[in-house]
């Protein structure tokens, strides 16, 4: 069974770094499938952030690409996520997920960040 | 990159229809057969219900289903039941390695 757990700060200072970590058990990321963040503002819908690929290739969503960057480990099999420049704009329940062009399948069970000084 | 259009709420009484749309464009939507359906209940991550426009993951019941028509794809719930209230959104992949949800609609069912 995929299984994907988030980790990281629940609180973060503007304009400070975002940190967050996603490890997977139950399947080796370098096998393949896209390896995404999602996020949820409260009251807002789901927002693609961006995904990495288990080859070391990254893909951003266009309003956030100059401020994410996604990295890809697979020695120890998890994904991380890091956005710089936050304001209160940025505060939501941020959701690794894994997926395929069609399909997000497995996520995990969201982590709320707070940005707020 | 804009959020793909979905009604901000839609209700039903249990046993009813209802269908939720996802607008989008000829680039999205319209372009390939990649758009996806999730049921997201408060406080709980997002649960595939639909892939590859009409395909149902194991275990999502078969009175979800999925359809596309040109620039619009729609997810219809048939025999609605109570465990059916919650968000829903739409998927669709864009192109070069990018994604783009809907805004979300909201179900109740009455």
């Known amino acids: 069974q995929v299984q994907l757990q988030e980790s990281g700060p629940g609180l973060v200072k503007p304009p400070e770094t975002l940190s967050l970590t996603c490890a997977v058990s139950?399947?080796?990321?370098?096998?393949?499938?896209?390896w995404g963040w999602i996020r949820k503002p409260p009251g807002k819908g789901l927002e693609w952030i961006g995904s990495?690929?288990?080859?070391?290739?990254?893909y951003y969503n266009p309003s956030l690409k100059s401020r994410a960057t996604i990295s890809v480990d697979t020695s120890k099999n998890q994904f991380s996520l890091k956005l710089s420049s936050v304001t209160a704009a940025d505060t939501a329940v941020y959701y690794c997920?894994?997926?395929?062009?069609?399909?997000?399948?497995?996520w995990g069970q969201g982590t709320l960040v707070t940005v707020s000084s | 990159q804009s959020a793909l259009t979905q009604p901000r709420s839609v209700s039903g009484s249990p046993g009813q229809s209802v269908a939720i749309s996802c607008t989008g464009t000829?680039?999205?939507?319209?372009?390939?057969?990649?758009v996806s359906w999730y049921q997201q209940h408060p406080g709980k991550a997002p649960k595939l219900m639909i892939y590859?426009?009409?395909k149902r993951p194991s275990g999502v019941p078969d009175r979800f289903f999925g359809s596309k028509s040109g620039n619009t794809a729609s997810l219809t719930i048939s025999g609605l039941q109570a465990e059916d209230e919650a968000d829903y959104y739409c998927?669709?992949?864009?192109?070069?390695?990018?994604?783009?949800f809907g805004g979300g609609t909201k179900l109740t069912v009455l």
């Open positions: 590859d426009v009409t």
């Open positions: 997920a894994r997926h395929g062009e069609g399909t997000c399948d497995y």
């Open positions: 000829s680039s999205d939507v319209g372009a390939y057969n990649y």
């Open positions: 998927c669709s992949y864009a192109g070069t390695y990018t994604w783009i």
């Open positions: 139950g399947y080796s990321i370098s096998r393949g499938y896209y």
């Open positions: 990495g690929h288990g080859s070391g290739s990254t």
